[in-house]
C-alpha cells in the first residue's frame, strides 16, 4: 500500500465516521422532538379527557341542583300554612273536643267518641305542626 492510498483509507474512515456521527445525532434530535411531541399530545388527551369528564359532572350537577331548587320550591310552597291555618286547626280540634264530650253522653255514641277525640288528636298534631313554622316565619 502506498501513502496516497492510506491516506485515502483513512480519509474514507474518517469520512464514514463523520457520517455516522452526524445521522446518530440528527437521529437522536429528531427521536427527543417526536417524543415531546407526543409527550405533549398525550398530556393534551388527558387534559381534554379530564375537562370532559369535569363538564359532565358540571352538567350533571346542574341538572340536580335545578331538580333540588325545583323540590324546595314546592316545599317551601306547601309550607306555605301561616298562623290562620294553625287557628283554623285550633278551632277544629275544640270542636271535635264538644263533639266528643257530647257523644260521650249517649249510650251508642261510644264510636263516635272514641272517633272525635282521635280526630281532635291528629288536629291538635298539625296545629302544633304548624305552629313551630309560624314562628319562624315571624322572626
Avoid at 83 to 93: G, K, N, R
Avoid at 103 to 108: K, L, V
Amino acid at each position: 500500500m502506498t501513502a496516497i492510498q492510506i491516506c485515502a483509507l483513512i480519509t474514507i474512515i474518517i469520512a464514514a465516521a463523520l457520517l455516522y456521527w452526524t445521522g446518530y445525532r440528527g437521529g437522536l434530535a429528531d427521536g427527543r422532538i417526536q417524543g415531546n411531541d407526543e409527550g405533549t399530545n398525550s398530556q393534551r388527551a388527558d387534559s381534554a379527557k379530564t375537562i370532559r369528564e369535569l363538564e359532565a359532572s358540571l352538567q350533571f350537577i346542574r341538572a340536580d341542583h335545578q331538580h333540588l331548587a325545583q323540590h324546595c320550591k314546592k316545599l317551601k310552597d306547601s309550607k306555605a300554612l301561616g298562623e290562620e291555618h294553625h287557628q283554623i286547626l285550633l278551632d277544629i280540634a275544640e270542636q271535635l273536643r264538644i263533639a266528643a264530650e257530647t257523644f260521650s253522653a249517649f249510650r251508642t255514641g261510644k264510636k263516635l267518641e272514641r272517633d272525635a277525640r282521635t280526630l281532635r288528636g291528629e288536629a291538635l298534631t298539625m296545629a302544633a305542626l304548624l305552629e313551630p313554622a309560624a314562628q319562624e316565619v315571624a322572626a
